[in-house]
């Protein structure tokens, strides 16, 4: 935590505080000069944001990226597909075609899903 009580570190954003009332700031758009500020929702207290970024999303799970995509691959129209593979489980002969964009390096192949 620095002298002003934001907090850094990768991710944080940061909150900042009105230095005339000491109520939180928050961001704004100056849509005249087209830049962010942070401004205090009690007093007139504005002041010019060093980042453009106001909000950090991580998510930190790991899960099977196939289970994931799956229902999305199916019923997506983009995708080509083809009738000639047939479903080692259930002999379903319509598969669509993907290719998964894993971390892994051995990891990126064609990848085919029956439907």
């Known amino acids: ?3 002003e009580g934001n907090i850094e570190g ?8 009105c230095k005339e009332c000491n109520n939180m700031l928050y961001p704004k758009e100056d849509k005249e000069n087209r830049i962010l ?3 205090c929702r009690n007093c007139d207290y504005q002041q010019k944001a060093d980042n453009a970024c106001i909000y950090v999303n991580k998510i930190m799970h790991e899960v099977d990226e196939l289970t994931q995509i799956v229902g999305d691959v199916i019923a997506d129209p983009t ?3 083809t009738e000639e593979h047939q479903c080692p489980k259930c002999a379903h002969r319509e598969a669509v075609f993907f290719q998964s964009h894993s971390t892994k390096a051995e990891v990126n192949l064609a ?4 439907k």
């Open 111 to 114: 990848h085919n899903v029956f």
């Open 37 to 39: 500020l942070y401004a």
């Open 10 to 17: 990768p991710g944080f954003v940061g909150i900042r505080f």
């Open 1 to 3: 935590m620095d002298l």
């Open 79 to 81: 995708l080509p597909r």
